[in-house]
């Protein structure tokens, strides 16, 4: 499948989207399709945007930056969905509008030090680690409130909402139980005085049960671009 194929994928996973929203009651606005661009070329990103897609999710920094220098002509949101470590914040910081994974205070401080004035703040989502699953980041539910209220302080970054990589399920209930305890986490920094208004939460295969918990971003890859080309 090669990005000749990117528009019908396109309108069909909007279309499943509008579907889940409906059947929540939600307005389809109130939902972002985030492509999760990593390992996809350049030439594959710009058909997506040719297909309506504004907002792409860049996993490794260099690739993300190479791709960004390329399609430097069109008007795309750039979130940073990977692994950030304390010594590539400056890049993050200049180049990216969002970074979803943040789960310790050190680099959110990083990130807010760096960014530059002259830019809009840095919009930030907290990873939580649902299940404690130790193969990934994320922070526990219960060192949440705490990092919360550190990161709505920093001056240069502006902290919009929560994001998980939940364990793998392929029951739609179980699946809906895991978006459902990020939904809560949100619900209860908002009632603690928190004004979060993002959920970045569902892949490719559990994003309808994700926007029926409450998503504001999916990000979505395979079910959009096909199989990842082989990583380098
Ligand atoms: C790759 C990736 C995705 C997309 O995964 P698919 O299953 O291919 O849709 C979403 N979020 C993150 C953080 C990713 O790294």
């Known amino acids: 499948m090669g990005p000749q194929n990117l528009p019908e994928h396109v309108q069909s996973i909007r279309d499943r989207i ?8 939600r307005s389809v606005e109130s939902i972002t399709l985030l492509a999760a661009s990593k390992d996809q070329s350049a030439e594959s990103v710009r058909a997506a945007a040719a297909a309506g897609v504004r907002d792409f999710g860049e996993s490794y920094l260099q690739e993300g930056l190479d ?16 692994r950030l470590q304390a010594n590539k914040t400056r890049p993050v910081a200049a180049a990216f509008d969002w970074v979803h994974g943040i789960d310790r205070l050190r680099i ?29 980041g994320g922070l526990s539910m219960s060192e949440l409130p705490a990092l919360a209220q550190a990161v709505a302080k920093l001056p240069r970054v502006r902290l ?3 994001m998980c990589l ?9 699946q809906r139980y895991w978006f459902a305890a990020l939904r809560r986490q949100l619900e209860s920094l908002n009632a603690a005085g928190g004004c979060l208004d993002t959920l970045s939460m569902g892949m490719s295969g559990d994003f309808e049960a994700a926007v029926l918990e409450g998503a504001t971003i999916v990000r979505i890859g395979t079910a959009l671009f ?5 990583a380098k």
Not at 18 to 25: L, P, S, W, Y
Not at 166 to 174: G, N, Q
């Open 18 to 25: 509008a579907a889940a929203a409906a059947a929540a009651g």
């Open 67 to 82: 791709k960004m220098a390329s399609l430097g002509d069109l008007p795309l949101v750039w979130h940073f969905i990977g």
């Open 108 to 136: 959110a401080e990083r990130l807010s030090q760096q960014r530059s004035a002259h830019s809009p703040p840095l919009n930030l989502c907290l990873q939580v680690n649902l299940a404690g699953e130790p193969t990934k």
């Open 160 to 162: 919009r909402g929560l």
């Open 166 to 174: 939940p364990p793998d399920e392929t029951e739609p209930t179980r």
């Open 226 to 230: 096909g199989p990842r080309p082989q």
